[in-house]
């Protein structure tokens, strides 16, 4: 369940500076949530999360297959606060996307990668003006040496595709 005022998120004080990737298993291992089911999880995985940590998500994103293709869920705000204990705080202000399931057991498929450079990366990224170079696994910047977002998980791969969506001509402002 999303809270439904804003006092109930911390807000970033400055824009964020990078993007992490997860998987849900980082902030919730349960076997029910994995990425072979054909409905709608995310509202579940939100409920446990109440009901075993007291808090939210800690992701502005999560990404779930949805029968043949994969959805975009606004989790929480993108200015809000997405708390991890085994990262810096600085990390806390970036924006924090989630794949839905275990990619330490799972291979992601290439159309998860696109959904994701496409629908999320790309524009977040043009609208905050990150560099893919700040584009960050999890486990880059974990102090605990998690996995997340799992060793299946093929960073050069995403950023072909990510570069692939940035050639495309982008529409221009008007003045």
Known sequence: M?????????????????????HT????????????????????????????YKKDTGFNF????????FQVIVSQ?????????DIEKKYWKSIHIALMGNYDKDIPMTRLYRVLSYRILAPVMRLFTINESD????STISTTGTTCP???????????????????RSLKRNK
């Open 2 to 22: 999303i809270p439904l005022r804003m006092t109930d998120y911390k807000l970033a004080e400055s824009w964020p500076s990078s993007i992490i990737l997860h």
């Open 25 to 52: 298993s980082c902030r919730l291992d349960k076997p029910e949530l994995s990425i072979d089911k054909n409905y709608f999880q995310t509202g579940k995985f939100h409920n446990l999360n109440y009901i075993f």
């Open 62 to 69: 999560i990404i779930e297959r949805i029968g043949n293709d």
């Open 77 to 85: 705000p993108l200015m809000s606060l997405c708390e991890f204990e």
């Open 135 to 138: 584009l960050l696994l999890h």
């Open 150 to 168: 799992g060793e299946f998980v093929d960073m050069d791969r995403l950023k072909m595709i990510l570069r692939s969506v940035f050639r495309r």
